[in-house]
């Protein structure tokens, strides 16, 4: 089961409670990707990617009462009805220090962009329960979140960035995972720095979800992993 519970935000997300996933019924068309920013590739080993053209790639996909993980239409999608859970989805790699860039394509979600998706670094324990998230919203929050046994914990709490490209629209996500150092930029722009020692290695995963009755779905692309 891939449903974690979430966290309360004050004036942006609802306290999570686990809830049944609704029927999909169907996928609205994909949003194009209009933005252009370079990787960490260019100076950097790269130590893995994927364009998710091939659906044999080895990323998590399922379905869970509706909601999904998927390879479509050269990427991978995560469609996520569950009120007040992420859906993630890991690719089966380990790793110790990264960067990871990603173009992330939030397809459809509730009205009010009241979701989180992003990315997942460092993920590990029971289930793959513990990691490091670096997440925004549909209308322009960002934080960087630490999961411990499935719990949420905000080592950057909730904030506004116009870096945020907001509904539905592309953005660049770019994290680092480095020592004990968390780094998160979108679009380019660096939103937030901490630090936490925790966790030191460990899978990467996608990760979108809703936090209304409104289902979101968000389409990732041309992810590349590199070292520092």
């Given at each position: 089961?891939?449903?974690k519970?979430?966290f309360?935000?004050?004036g942006?997300?609802?306290?999570?409670?686990?809830?049944?996933?609704?029927?999909?019924?169907?996928?609205?068309?994909?949003?194009?990707?209009a933005?252009?920013?370079?990787?960490?590739?260019s100076?950097?080993?790269?130590?893995?990617?994927?364009?998710?053209?091939?659906?044999?790639?080895?990323?998590e996909?399922?379905?869970y009462?509706?909601d999904?993980?998927?390879y479509?239409n050269?990427?991978?999608?995560?469609?996520s009805q569950?009120?007040?859970?992420?859906?993630w989805?890991v690719?089966?790699?380990?790793?110790?220090?990264?960067?990871?860039?990603?173009?992330?394509?939030?397809?459809?979600?509730?009205e009010?962009?009241?979701?989180?998706?992003g990315?997942?670094c460092?993920?590990t324990?029971?289930?793959?329960?513990?990691?490091?998230?670096?997440?925004?919203?549909?209308d322009?929050?960002?934080?960087?979140?630490k999961?411990t046994?499935?719990?949420?914990?905000?080592?950057?709490?909730w904030?506004?960035?116009?870096?945020?490209?907001?509904?539905?629209?592309?953005?660049?996500l770019k994290?680092?995972?480095?020592?004990?150092?968390?780094t998160?930029?979108?679009?380019?722009?660096?939103?937030a720095d901490?630090?936490?020692?925790?966790?030191?290695s460990?899978?990467i995963?996608?990760a979108?979800g809703?936090?209304?009755?409104?289902?979101?779905?968000?389409?990732?692309?041309?992810?590349?992993v590199?070292?520092?």
């Amino acid at each position: 089961m891939k449903y974690k519970s979430i966290f309360v935000l004050a004036g942006l997300l609802a306290l999570a409670l686990p809830a049944c996933s609704l029927d999909l019924g169907g996928n609205p068309t994909p949003v194009s990707n209009a933005i252009t920013v370079p990787t960490s590739a260019s100076t950097n080993d790269v130590l893995f990617q994927d364009d998710f053209s091939n659906s044999d790639s080895g990323w998590e996909t399922g379905d869970y009462s509706g909601d999904t993980l998927s390879y479509l239409n050269g990427t991978y999608d995560i469609y996520s009805q569950s009120e007040g859970s992420v859906l993630w989805g890991v690719a089966g790699q380990n790793f110790t220090d990264l960067v990871l860039d990603v173009d992330a394509t939030q397809v459809s979600g509730p009205e009010d962009d009241n979701n989180a998706y992003g990315i997942y670094c460092r993920r590990t324990g029971e289930d793959y329960s513990d990691a490091y998230a670096f997440f925004i919203s549909g209308d322009g929050y960002y934080s960087i979140i630490k999961i411990t046994g499935g719990e949420f914990t905000p080592l950057v709490d909730w904030d506004t960035s116009d870096a945020i490209n907001l509904g539905d629209a592309s953005n660049h996500l770019k994290a680092s995972c480095v020592g004990d150092e968390l780094t998160f930029w979108v679009n380019g722009t660096q939103v937030a720095d901490t630090h936490d020692s925790t966790y030191t290695s460990g899978d990467i995963a996608l990760a979108a979800g809703s936090m209304e009755t409104t289902g979101t779905e968000v389409q990732f692309d041309n992810i590349v992993v590199t070292t520092p």
